[in-house]
T-cell receptor, first 114, second 115 residues
C-alpha cells in the first residue's frame, strides 16, 4: 500500500529564509507525486506535480520539488519565504497504473515570521 | 471559468439523521472524486467516478455512505444514520480526462458537524 510521510507538522521560518518541507513516500511501483497548498478556509490548490518526466519540478509561486528515487523523497523548497506563503501544505502520491485516488500526508503548517 | 462548487458550505445535523452533500464539478470534467478531511489530518479518499459509474469506492468507510452521479456531472454524497465520528470537511474534486496524472481541482468543501 502506498503512503506518504510529512516530517514536521509545523515549520516556522523568517520572511526571506529558505523554505524546506519534507515528504517521503512508500510505493511498490513508481508513483506520481503532488504538492497541494491549503490557505485558511479555502480549497486545496495544486502547487506542482511529478509525472515521470524531469526529476526537478517547478511549480507556482516560486516553489519547486525534486524527486529522488533512491531516497523515496519529494521535498518542497522555496529559496525565499514570503508572508503570503503561510498555509498548510500537503504531499500526495498516486500509483501509476492503479487507482486514480490521491493518498495524502498529514500536512505541514508553514508559519512565516516577519 | 467556474471552479468546483460544493453545497452547503456548512451542515449541522443531529446524530442519527440523514444528510446529502452536493458537488458541482468543473464543466466538462469527466472524473469526480470525494475525500474527507478530519481535523489535523490530510484528506482521505472516499470514492471516485468516471462518468456515471463509481470506478473506485474502496474508501467508503461503511454502508452508511453512498454516492451517486446519475448524469455524469453533479454528484451527491449521502450519509445515513450520521454519527459524531462523521464530523469532518468533505471535499470534492474533478479532473478533465482519464489520466492518472491529471490535476484534481478541489472545491472549498462542506463542513459537516454531527451533534
Amino acid at each position: 500500500a502506498q503512503s506518504v510521510t510529512q516530517l514536521g507538522s509545523h515549520v516556522s521560518v523568517s520572511e526571506g529564509a529558505l523554505v524546506l518541507l519534507r515528504c517521503n513516500y512508500s510505493s511498490s511501483v513508481p508513483p506520481y507525486l503532488f504538492w497541494y497548498v491549503q490557505y485558511p478556509n479555502q480549497g486545496l490548490q495544486l502547487l506542482l506535480k511529478y509525472t515521470s518526466a524531469a526529476t526537478l519540478v517547478k511549480g507556482i509561486n516560486g516553489f519547486e520539488a525534486e524527486f529522488k528515487k533512491s531516497e523515496t523523497s519529494f521535498h518542497l523548497t522555496k529559496p525565499s519565504a514570503h508572508m503570503s506563503d503561510a498555509a498548510e501544505y500537503f504531499c500526495a502520491v498516486m500509483t501509476q497504473g492503479g487507482s486514480e485516488k490521491l493518498v495524502f500526508g498529514k500536512g505541514t503548517k508553514l508559519t512565516v515570521n516577519p | 471559468g467556474a471552479g468546483v462548487s460544493q453545497t452547503p458550505s456548512n451542515k449541522v445535523t443531529e446524530k442519527g439523521k440523514y444528510v446529502e452533500l452536493r458537488c458541482d464539478p468543473i464543466s466538462g470534467h469527466t472524473a469526480l472524486y470525494w475525500y474527507r478531511q478530519s481535523l489535523g489530518q490530510g484528506p482521505e479518499f472516499l470514492i471516485y467516478f468516471q462518468g456515471t459509474g463509481a470506478a473506485d469506492d474502496s474508501g467508503l468507510p461503511n454502508d452508511r455512505f453512498f454516492a451517486v452521479r446519475p448524469e455524469g456531472s453533479v454528484s451527491t454524497l449521502k450519509i445515513q444514520r450520521t454519527e459524531r465520528g462523521d464530523s469532518a470537511v468533505y471535499l470534492c474534486a474533478s479532473s478533465a480526462i482519464r489520466g492518472r496524472s491529471d490535476t484534481q481541482y478541489f472545491g472549498p468543501g462542506t463542513r459537516l458537524t454531527v451533534l
